[in-house]
């Protein structure tokens, strides 16, 4: 072997010991920073909003509890925008009346990329909003559903005069009265006040149905992943009363 050979080869070899070394370098270095990035990679926005069922609930109570006191939170809006541009990770998903009145987010003192709404006439669990739950507890990992009823509503009104009389209402409004007609019909034959019962069984129904909604809702309710549960607001104090 010539000296140019020798010294090519000796030049080779200490070229693949330098991208050798520099090999193990950077996998050490992936080695302590890859649980970093995956960490990063993972954290939800707002870490505080990872939280067990249980948690979850009791925290929307004390919010509701704040609201009904008068004494909300400031929330600090421009902060959140922040933080929400990498995600959400809403710590409970409410299903509730569309009515002006209620507004879940006030009622439960929350800000944004707290609470999943989907809101509809009479609070009730269409294919849409079973759907939009799916998204909300498989892809987002919310601990909570909440149907939110509320009392005077006037979808469940609507519905109980339409079954009484056995008109039928114009334009749209017949897909909603035979969405609500299962909770009126269950009313009637409880004593007291039809409407209040008939607002309780509409919320006691699409818990139960939400609960049941094969095949991710009902998993990961079974695996106690999530709890669903009723509450009806009250419209002259604002406290929301679990049913
Ligand atoms: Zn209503």
Redesign the pocket.
């Known amino acids: 072997m010539c000296e140019h050979c020798t010294s090519a080869t000796a030049h080779g070899l200490i070229a693949r010991r330098g991208v050798l070394q520099l090999a193990t370098a950077a996998v050490a270095a992936l080695a302590v920073a890859e649980p970093a990035l995956a960490a990063k990679a993972k954290a939800p926005p707002k870490p505080e909003n990872v939280l067990s069922p249980d948690a979850a609930l009791e925290r929307l109570m004390k919010g509701n509890e704040r609201y009904v006191d008068g004494v909300s939170r400031r929330h600090d809006f421009k902060h959140e925008r922040e933080v929400l541009t990498r995600g959400q990770n809403p710590f409970a998903a409410v299903l509730s009346?569309?009515?002006s009145r209620?507004a879940p987010e006030y009622c439960f003192d929350t800000a944004r990329g707290d609470v999943f709404v989907c809101r509809v006439?009479?609070?009730f669990a269409s294919d849409d909003i079973i759907a939009s739950f799916e998204y909300a507890v498989e892809v987002l990992s919310a601990p909570l559903i909440l149907v939110l009823?509320?009392e005077a509503?006037?979808?469940?009104d609507a519905t109980i005069k339409s079954v009484k009389d056995g008109s039928t209402l114009p334009g749209h409004l017949p897909a909603l009265v035979a969405a609500l007609k299962p909770a009126v019909e269950a009313a009637g034959t409880e004593t007291g006040d039809l409407l209040a019962n008939a607002i309780r069984r509409n919320v006691a129904l699409n818990v139960e149905k939400l609960k049941r909604a094969a095949p991710i809702l009902s998993a990961a309710a079974d695996a106690k992943k999530i709890r669903v549960v009723g509450g009806v607001y009250e419209l002259r104090s604002g406290r929301v009363n679990l049913v």
């Open positions: 009346c569309a009515d209620i006439a009479g609070n009823g509320h509503c006037g979808a469940v």
